[in-house]
Nanobody, 115 residues
Framework: QVQLVESGGGWVQVGGSLKLSCVASGSIFSINAMGWYRQAPGKQRELVARIRRGGWTNYVDSVKGRFTISRDSAKNTVYLYMNSVKFEDTAVYYC?????????WGQGTQVTVSS
């Protein structure tokens, strides 16, 4: 089993910044990719950003140029740097790890953008 622990969520003013972290532990074998998804009230969960083995990244269009995903492989940790946040970034953010043995999810961390 793989456990994912997210941290860094909370309240942030519009235009501000926030950093999310996710640490993976347990039976980790061959991580293919790590990523962040989010789900706003009444909406489907969507991919926000993903980083693959080798460092390839992809982002949903709405966060390009504002969010950055990075990974510390030695610590099995993935980060999401959120800059210039907007009201529409309000959501529960979930960490995801894609491994050779399966797909794992964190419990989610709430991000709320306020005026």
């Amino acid at each position: 089993q793989v456990q994912l622990v997210e941290s860094g969520g909370g309240w942030v003013q519009v235009g501000g910044s926030l950093k999310l972290s996710c640490v993976a532990s347990g039976s980790i074998f061959s991580i293919n990719a790590m990523g962040w998804y989010r789900q706003a009230p009444g909406k489907q969960r969507e991919l926000v950003a993903r980083i693959r083995r080798g460092g390839w990244t992809n982002y949903v269009d709405s966060v390009k140029g504002r969010f950055t995903i990075s990974r510390d492989s030695a610590k099995n940790t993935v980060y999401l740097y959120m800059n210039s946040v907007k009201f529409e970034d309000t959501a529960v953010y979930y960490c995801n790890v894609d491994t050779a043995l399966g797909d794992y999810w964190g419990q989610g961390t709430q991000v709320t953008v306020s005026s």
